[in-house]
């Protein structure tokens, strides 16, 4: 048999394979909690501007996770105040039940929108750099300014997810001390188990059904020559 057919013969055989593996449909991020108000409630909001900061705590499962998004949805200015650069969001550690310390900026994945005066923004924050959580841990997501008011959305309706925690903490001098409130935040936090997508049983069996024929027929290719 010529080398060029068992070398096209083996390519098809890895072409097919891979296009079968690529075709597995990503695997969905896990929904944490979810507070998001329902319907928005669109004006009452836990008041995020300085030296007010607001908290709201979740956890995690009992595998560790990699933190992939916080969804907030807030008020980027008000009182016809333009949306500027003070507001900052950040991933916290649990301490007794009140945020502890910073471990992670979260950063809008794009420009803050402009307030409309009649509804809540929903804004996209992402981990400036891979965060790992810990299993069966307590974390806070905190926001702040150093200018400007960014009203938080309240939740309307109870929270869902294996991470839901209810209420929420304030401080009233910039993150010096925390006080507990029985007010829940609305919010959705979702995180990555890392697992590799699940590959289609049908396509891999196509892919190694075209293999198996391909190689069937450079044998017997091989035995008449």
């Given at each position: 048999m010529h080398k060029g057919f068992a070398i096209i013969a083996k390519f098809l055989a890895v072409v097919s394979?891979?296009?079968?593996?690529?075709?597995?449909?990503?695997?969905?991020?896990?929904?944490?909690?979810?507070?998001?108000?329902?319907?928005?409630?669109?004006?009452?909001?836990?008041?995020?501007?300085?030296?007010?900061?607001?908290?709201?705590?979740?956890?995690?499962?009992?595998?560790?996770?990699?933190?992939?998004?916080?969804?907030?949805?807030?008020?980027?200015?008000?009182?016809?105040?333009?949306?500027?650069?003070?507001?900052?969001?950040?991933?916290?550690?649990?301490?007794?039940?009140?945020?502890?310390?910073?471990?992670?900026?979260?950063?809008p994945?794009?420009?803050?929108p402009p307030f409309d005066g009649s509804d809540n923004s929903s804004v996209l924050f992402l981990p400036s750099t891979p965060f790992l959580l810990a299993a069966n841990t307590t974390y806070w997501i905190v926001a702040g300014s150093s200018a400007g008011s960014y009203p938080w959305q309240l939740a309307t309706s109870p929270g869902t997810g294996p991470g839901f925690i209810s209420g929420r903490a304030t401080s009233a001098d910039s993150g010096a001390t925390w006080s507990n409130s029985a007010i829940t935040l609305a919010i959705r936090v979702t995180a990555d188990d890392g697992a590799a997508?699940?590959?289609?049983?049908?396509?891999l069996s196509l892919a190694l059904g075209m293999t198996a024929a391909l190689l069937a027929l450079t044998l017997s290719r091989r035995r008449a020559v």
């Open positions: 394979l891979v296009g079968c593996l690529s075709g597995a449909a990503e695997a969905a991020p896990i929904v944490l909690a979810d507070s998001l108000a329902t319907p928005p409630n669109a004006f009452a909001g836990g008041s995020v501007s300085p030296p007010l900061q607001q908290a709201t705590p979740f956890s995690t499962t009992g595998t560790p996770l990699s933190f992939t998004s916080a969804l907030i949805p807030l008020h980027v200015s008000i009182g016809g105040t333009s949306a500027g650069t003070g507001l900052t969001v950040s991933l916290f550690s649990d301490a007794l039940g009140l945020p502890g310390s910073s471990l992670v900026t979260l950063l994945n794009a420009p803050l997508p699940e590959i289609s049983r049908a396509g």
